[in-house]
C-alpha cells in the first residue's frame, strides 16, 4: 500500500525540511511579543563618549569632597534653626521693650544683620531638601509653632499653593 | 562578582568604604542610569541624578537594614529621586507635570544624545500619556528586561499588578503608535 500514491497533495519543495526552524521561530515570537510587535526595539538614547568609564572616578571625587565639607555643612544646617530661632526671639523682645532713642548695640545689629544675611543669601535649598534634614519622627507642627495658624491662613496658603487637590490625600469621606 | 551582603558590610566600614563604593557604582552604574534616564529622559538631568543616587545610597548605607535586596533599595532610591526630580523641575517652571513631561519629549527632538528617530519620539509621546507606574513598568520589563520580581521588589508592587500594568502599558502605547 503505497502512501505516496493515494496522497494527492504537495508541499513546497524543502518544506519538511526548514519546518523546525519556522516552527522554532513562531515559538520564540509568541514567548517575546515585543518582537513582533509594533513597539520599536530600541528606544534612541545615547550617551556621550566614555561616560561610564569617566562617572566612576567623578563620583568618588564627589564622596570625598562632601566627606571632607560634610561636617561644616551638617552642623551649619543644625543651627540653622537655632539661629533663626534665637533671632526671631530677639527681635521680638527687643521690639517689644527697646527705647527707639536708643542707640544701636550688638545685639540690635546681630538681629538685623542676621536677618539680612537670611534673607539676602540663596540657600539653594528646597523645602523637599530642608524636609530631608529635619528629623520629623518625634516632632509635632506646634512644636515649631508658638501661634495656632488660623483657618483664615490655612485656607489662604492652599489656595495659592496647590493646584491639584488629589496632592493633599483628603479623604473625602471626612468632610461629607 | 562579589557577595551583596559583603559588599554592604564592607560600604558600612570606614576602612573599606571607598574601595566597595567603587565597586558599588561599578556594578550598578549603567543599569540605575538608565532606568533614570527613562523616567527624566535628558542625559545631563540623568547624570545629576545618578549622581545624587549614589550619594544617597552611600550617605544612607548605615540605614540599609538588609530586609531587602540592595539593588531594589537602590532602584527605590532612584525613582524617587527621578520622579522627584521632575516634580521640582515642573514646579521651578511653574507648568504642570504634564506638561513638562511633554515638553521633554519635545526636547529630544534637538537633543545630540538621541538617535531616535519618527519612531523612536512617538514612543516617548505615548509614553508621556501613561502613569508614572505603567511607564516605570513598560521600561524596566520592555527595554532592561528585568524580571517581574524584580520590579516587583523595586516598586513594591505585586506580580500580579505589575502584569496588569505592563499589559495595559503596551496595547496604550500600540493603540497611540498605531494612530496618526
Not at chain 1, 91 to 96: E, K, N, R
Not at chain 2, 4 to 30: I, P
Not at chain 2, 43 to 65: C, E, P, S
Not at chain 2, 142 to 170: C, P, R, W
Amino acid at each position: 500500500m503505497g502512501k505516496d500514491k493515494k496522497n494527492k497533495f504537495k508541499t513546497p519543495e524543502g518544506y519538511f525540511e526548514n519546518f523546525h526552524d519556522r516552527l522554532m521561530d513562531k515559538i520564540h515570537s509568541e514567548e517575546n511579543p515585543q518582537s513582533e510587535s509594533l513597539i520599536p526595539k530600541s528606544d534612541g538614547f545615547a550617551v556621550p563618549e566614555a561616560y561610564f568609564e569617566d562617572i566612576t572616578p567623578a563620583l568618588i571625587a564627589k564622596i570625598e569632597a562632601k566627606d571632607t565639607k560634610v561636617i561644616s555643612i551638617n552642623s551649619y544646617k543644625k543651627y540653622y534653626y537655632s539661629i533663626a530661632a534665637v533671632a526671631a526671639v530677639l527681635l521680638l523682645f527687643f521690639g517689644l521693650t527697646w527705647n527707639s532713642n536708643s542707640e544701636i548695640t550688638f545685639d540690635d545689629l546681630a538681629s538685623s544683620e542676621i536677618d539680612a544675611y537670611l534673607e539676602s543669601t540663596e540657600f539653594s535649598l528646597s523645602s523637599y531638601e530642608i524636609a530631608e534634614v529635619v528629623a520629623d519622627e518625634n516632632l509635632e507642627l506646634f512644636d515649631m509653632l508658638d501661634n495656632t495658624l488660623g483657618e483664615e491662613n490655612i485656607m489662604e496658603y492652599l489656595d495659592e499653593n496647590v493646584e491639584d487637590f488629589e496632592d493633599l490625600n483628603l479623604d473625602y469621606d471626612d468632610y461629607e | 562578582m562579589i557577595a551583596e551582603e559583603t559588599l554592604v558590610q564592607e560600604l558600612k566600614q570606614k576602612e573599606s568604604q571607598a574601595k566597595a563604593f567603587e565597586v558599588l557604582v561599578n556594578t550598578y552604574k549603567e543599569r540605575l542610569y538608565w532606568h533614570i534616564r527613562r523616567i527624566v529622559l535628558n542625559h545631563d538631568d540623568a547624570d545629576d541624578v545618578l549622581q545624587n543616587t549614589f550619594i544617597k545610597v552611600y550617605r544612607n548605607i548605615d540605614g540599609f537594614k538588609g530586609d531587602s535586596k540592595l539593588y531594589s533599595w537602590m532602584y527605590r532610591i532612584a525613582t524617587n529621586e527621578s520622579l522627584t526630580f521632575l516634580k521640582q523641575k515642573s514646579r521651578k517652571a511653574g507648568i504642570s507635570d504634564e506638561e513638562l513631561k511633554m515638553s521633554l519629549v519635545e526636547n529630544l527632538q534637538s537633543d545630540v544624545y538621541f538617535e531616535g528617530d519618527e519612531i523612536q519620539l512617538k514612543l516617548q509621546r505615548a509614553l508621556a500619556t501613561l502613569p508614572d507606574k505603567q511607564k516605570l513598568v513598560f521600561n524596566m520589563k520592555y527595554f532592561q528586561n528585568m524580571k517581574y520580581d524584580e520590579i516587583s521588589a523595586a516598586l513594591e508592587t505585586s506580580v500580579g499588578a505589575l502584569k496588569t500594568s505592563y499589559h495595559l502599558a503596551v496595547k496604550k502605547i500600540e493603540a497611540y503608535l498605531k494612530a496618526d
